[in-house]
């Protein structure tokens, strides 16, 4: 099982970018995800989930109108669209996947997202 993120980097304030997580070894298309970031110091927090079929999107409140989740179940892969990215918005991002029913929970090894001008 494996779930690997990419797209982080350093971008300026303002600025956009886009994080993908690919996934293998598990049937994607049966799992919800989620988005989590880690600032430091801080407690990894979600930033937005999807279920499995991609009909339903839930996003934290300080999130909202400013990123979008996605999945490609052809693909087996989720993203992550951030816009109007702010300093705060730097931290660890991780891709989850979720199968409540099945007791199982997979978790990618994290890309780094950096605001800062």
Known sequence: VQLVESGGGLVQ???SLRLSCAASGFTFSSYKLRWYRQAPGKERELVAAITSAGGVTYYVDSMKGRFTISRDN??????LQMNSLKPEDTAVYYCNAVQTAWGREYWGQGTQVTVSS
């Open 13 to 15: 304030p303002g600025g």
């Open 74 to 79: 052809t693909r087996n892969t989720v993203y």
